[in-house]
């Protein structure tokens, strides 16, 4: 009978690890695609939470599920359990094995901040197509810090604008050369804004009254969504805009185009609404906050 039980735990901490495991695989279809480097990386770290969130998930309803089974007393039985004071080498146990875990994801995380180039100047850079298997990597400190396509970013209430210093281009949207380091340089007009696009798996608050660097690099050709990932007011799920990742020459025949128009007021979803709002019935009494005036750009959306 020791035997047999033997057999079943081993069986069962069997099942729950391949059950783990396949857990973690599917996390990877819980994202939209990898866009840029540091999207490869900050999955395979959500891969590995959901992984040992799984087998500690899985691992308690086992344990139960044995002590169930095999640990029933007799339904006659109405005496106290042994009275045990505790267990030091249980309690060492359980005590060691969370502090274990909690450092290995913390550096884990770390080395994934490092990699991104978030903690320290290492640039993380990919030389292969996205549909390759082999990972990103960080560069070393000989790569030429210069060699980032800068763009500036203005965020405001509510729309968001961006600057090619190259060619003096202003648009309503978001071109990048893939394969490519970009550097935006993001600023807020007024309230904080939060520059996100899940398929980057990057987020940046923009303070007012400072300049973020953001850098980062794309890798994958496509159109993506950019939102506002902070309540900047009233129309602020309206403040979004349009992303493209696009070959060199694509993109340099994009910049050309847009540097041979008229600057004009870009079409505005919030300004529309505020403009055209009815006269409501019901006075809250709460000030309704304008928006700002519509970006003048070369390149509308």
Request: proline share 7%; net charge negative; hydrophobic share 45%.
């Amino acid at each position: 009978m020791k035997i047999l039980r033997i057999f079943i735990l081993i069986a069962i901490a069997v099942a729950i690890s391949v059950t783990s495991f396949w857990m973690g695989q599917q996390s990877y279809s819980w994202f939209p695609s990898q866009a840029t480097t540091a999207a490869k990386l900050v999955d395979d770290l959500f891969c590995f939470l959901v992984t040992l969130s799984s087998f500690i998930f899985f691992g308690v309803i086992g344990a139960l599920l044995y002590s169930i089974v095999f640990s029933r007393a007799n339904r006659l039985d109405t005496t106290d359990g042994p009275a045990i004071e505790g267990n030091t080498t249980v309690e060492i146990v359980w005590t060691v094995i969370p502090v274990v875990l909690i450092i290995w994801i913390a550096a884990y995380s770390y080395d994934v901040y490092r990699q991104m180039g978030i903690l320290s100047p290492m640039q993380v850079v990919h030389l292969h197509h996205p549909l390759e298997t082999e990972p990103a990597y960080a560069a070393g400190m000989n790569e030429k810090p210069d060699s980032a396509e800068e763009i500036g970013v203005v965020a405001k209430q509510w729309a968001w604008s961006f600057h090619y210093p190259g060619r003096d281009v202003t648009s309503t949207e978001l071109h990048l050369p893939v394969d490519r380091r970009i550097r935006l340089l993001m600023q807020s007009e007024d309230v904080i804004h939060g520059f996100f696009v899940p398929d980057f798996r990057l987020k940046q608050d923009i303070i007012p009254k400072r300049t973020i660097n953001f850098e980062f690099t794309p890798i994958r050709v496509g159109k993506y969504r950019l939102n506002d990932s902070q309540f900047s007011g009233t129309y602020f799920a309206a403040m979004q805009a349009d992303v493209y990742v696009e070959s060199a020459d694509v993109y340099n025949q994009w910049l050309d185009q847009a540097a041979n128009r008229e600057p004009v007021p870009a079409s505005n979803q919030a300004a529309s609404e505020h403009i055209e709002q009815p006269d409501k019935l019901i006075q809250s009494g709460w000030k309704v906050h304008p928006p700002a005036p519509p970006p003048v750009v070369n390149h509308p959306s």
